[in-house]
Each structure stands twice: as structure tokens, then as C-alpha cells.
């Protein structure tokens, strides 16, 4: 049973909820547009994506490594730490090298699959809330059995060699592309 005067309520797959109780109804929430420094998605509007890219290439902030590029939601907008390891790895580039030295057609059509494939997983998701409203199975087996499917997927997040970027974070790579950094790995 809900509290009276709840207005919002999250059930999470432990079964535990948030709920947002309100009696006064002094509470009040916030409904923002997408930030408008964040680029198309390169999933859902992969062409737009596309042509962002190709059109700032010039720009000096691409002369920086792809695995720190990766990272600017400027351009690769939705992709996290984790993506950015998978993305290099699986594409098999040297992480190190500038963005403008990676970036072609093949390399963002990789990067937009990399993405959905991780989506499949459940990956960029919150995995402890279970959405009402989702016709999808809702048994703690089947959260854990997509949370064990990312984690078979993953080859290089949290795997391997690592460093801490100029950014402060931690990213892993495949280890024969150790030689190319410019600093000692921490």
C-alpha cells in the first residue's frame, strides 16, 4: 500500500521503494530539457551524430587521444567510462592516438553498435529499478541474468591494463598499446 499523499514511487528489484510523500504539497519537481551542450545520440540519431563529428573535426580538442575524446558529450553523447574502453578495445585502435587519426565511417558506425549492444545488455541502465510499466519479466533472476550478460560482454572495462587519464579517469586498454603512452601507467 502506497503512503497517502504519495505523488511518485520507484520499486526496485530488491524490492525496496523510494517513494516521494508530500503532504503539503510544498514539494515540487523539475522537468529540464536535454542540455544543450550534449551532442545527437549516436544510436537514435546516428546521421546527425555523424555530421556533428565530421563538421568539428578541425577543431583542436579532436588532436587529443580518441579514449579522452570519447568522453566529451559534446560528441560521443551516452558514452560513459565503461563504453569508452569497450568502444577502443573491441575496435582494436590505439586508445593514445589523436581522435582525428580514428574517426572515420567505420569507427562510428562501431561506436553507435558498441552502444546498442551494451543497451541489450542492460547496460546504462539503473539496474535496481524495475519499471512498472515494462513488459519485460520482473524476477530478481531475470535482473541478475541481464546484469551477468553485461558482464560476459565486457572485455576490457575493469579488465587489464588501466591508467588514470588526464581527466582523472581510470580507463582500460589492451595491453599492446602500452607502449604508446606518454606517462608510466598508475
Known amino acids: 500500500d502506497l503512503p497517502k499523499h504519495s505523488h511518485v514511487?520507484?520499486?526496485?528489484s530488491d524490492r525496496t521503494e523510494?517513494?516521494?510523500?508530500?503532504?503539503?504539497?510544498?514539494?515540487?519537481?523539475?522537468?529540464?530539457g536535454w542540455a544543450p551542450h550534449r551532442g545527437p545520440d549516436p544510436y537514435d540519431e546516428f546521421e546527425v551524430f555523424k555530421n556533428n563529428i565530421y563538421i568539428n573535426m578541425q577543431k583542436k580538442i579532436l588532436s587529443k587521444p580518441i579514449s579522452e575524446i570519447l568522453m566529451?558529450?559534446?560528441?560521443?553523447?551516452?558514452?560513459?567510462?565503461?563504453?569508452?574502453?569497450?568502444?577502443?578495445?573491441?575496435?582494436?585502435?590505439?586508445?593514445?592516438?589523436?581522435?582525428r587519426e580514428i574517426i572515420d565511417d567505420e569507427f562510428l558506425s562501431h561506436t553507435s553498435e558498441i552502444m546498442h549492444q551494451s543497451y541489450l545488455c542492460s547496460g546504462g541502465s539503473l539496474h535496481q529499478w524495475q519499471n512498472p510499466f515494462?513488459?519485460?519479466?520482473k524476477s530478481e533472476e531475470y535482473y541478475l541474468k541481464k546484469t551477468r550478460s553485461l558482464q560476459e560482454w565486457?572485455?576490457?572495462?575493469?579488465?587489464?591494463?588501466?591508467?588514470?587519464?588526464?581527466?582523472?579517469?581510470?580507463?582500460?586498454?589492451?595491453?599492446?598499446w602500452r607502449e604508446f603512452l606518454d606517462r608510466p601507467l598508475t
Open 9 to 12: 514511487r520507484f520499486v526496485f
Open 18 to 32: 523510494l517513494v516521494f510523500v508530500d503532504v503539503r504539497r510544498f514539494g515540487k519537481g523539475d522537468y529540464r
Open 72 to 99: 566529451n558529450q559534446n560528441y560521443f553523447n551516452g558514452v560513459g567510462n565503461y563504453l569508452r574502453a569497450e568502444i577502443c578495445g573491441k575496435f582494436d585502435c590505439n586508445p593514445f592516438l589523436s581522435a
Open 134 to 137: 515494462s513488459s519485460l519479466e
Open 154 to 176: 565486457l572485455e576490457f572495462y575493469g579488465k587489464g591494463e588501466s591508467i588514470v587519464d588526464r581527466t582523472g579517469r581510470r580507463f582500460w586498454f589492451n595491453n599492446k
